[in-house]
Structures are given as C-alpha cells and as structure tokens.
C-alpha cells in the first residue's frame, strides 16, 4: 500500500498576524489526515467506531517540529506513516510535505484504542491490525 494522503492549502485564515501558519492549526491538518485514513485505507471511519462499536481511538499524545515556516497559498501533502502498533496503541508520524518535496513539519501522534463502555484501553481490533500491517510500519525517523 501506499502512503497515505491528504491535500491541504494553507489560508490566509489560517495564518498569525506574521502571515505565517498559526502553529495550532497544524494538529487540525494532522487530526483530518488522520481521521480520513482510519475513513480510507483503514475502511472504519470513525462516526462509526463511536457509533456501533462503542469505541475510538483518541490521541493520548502529540507533538510536533515545525521545520520550515508555512505562508498562505501554500500546498501541502500532510501524509500519515505509522511509526509502531503496539498492543492497544497506534504511533503516527505526520508529515507536512510541499511539492518541492520540502519538509514543513513533522508530528508524532499516539492514538490509543478504547472502549467507550470500559473507558479503557483495549486490544487493537485484528481487522484493524491486519490492515495497518498492511498499510506498513516505517519505524520512527
């Protein structure tokens, strides 16, 4: 499988007075991507792992390098690679790509999936952990 990817142009909106983007707004772009590849190539969006499943797979940690600055106009691939799979856990590195290939920012994110009837952690679906094995896991930069 390929990596996985969405497009996304920075808005003036988007931006601090400086007219570069507004360093918060970059974990909207991650969270998006990433909600659209549980949609995608996860094939389990998550309106429905909330609705019938009664589980979710909320970010128990995030963090990010904002690497070069990002002006309005700007087009970015924000791609989302899987770092490791643990046992209730998924580690996603976010990436902020433009066509030049320049790396923008990098994000990690630890999503964790959980029983909202429990509210605790469990066990990655195996449905779910067949697909992301297959999707691939690049280990950590």
Do not use: Q
Request: overall charge negative.
């Amino acid at each position: 499988m390929g990596v996985f990817s969405i497009r996304r142009r920075v808005s003036w909106g988007d931006c601090d007075p400086a007219g570069i983007l507004y360093t918060p707004r970059v974990f909207d772009y991650c969270t998006e991507a990433i909600e659209r590849w549980y949609a995608g190539p996860m094939e389990l969006d998550w309106p429905t792992m909330n609705r019938r499943d009664n589980m979710g797979s909320p970010t128990v940690h995030a963090e990010c390098d904002y690497l070069v600055p990002m002006a309005p106009g700007l087009e970015l691939d924000v791609r989302v690679l899987i770092e490791k799979l643990g046992t209730a856990s998924i580690t996603f590195r976010v990436e902020g790509v433009a066509d030049d290939g320049t790396l923008h920012f990098r994000a990690r994110y630890v999503g964790c999936i959980t029983d909202f009837t429990r509210n605790r952690a469990v066990p990655v679906p195996e449905s779910l952990r067949r697909r992301i094995e297959a999707y691939g896991i690049v280990g950590a930069p």
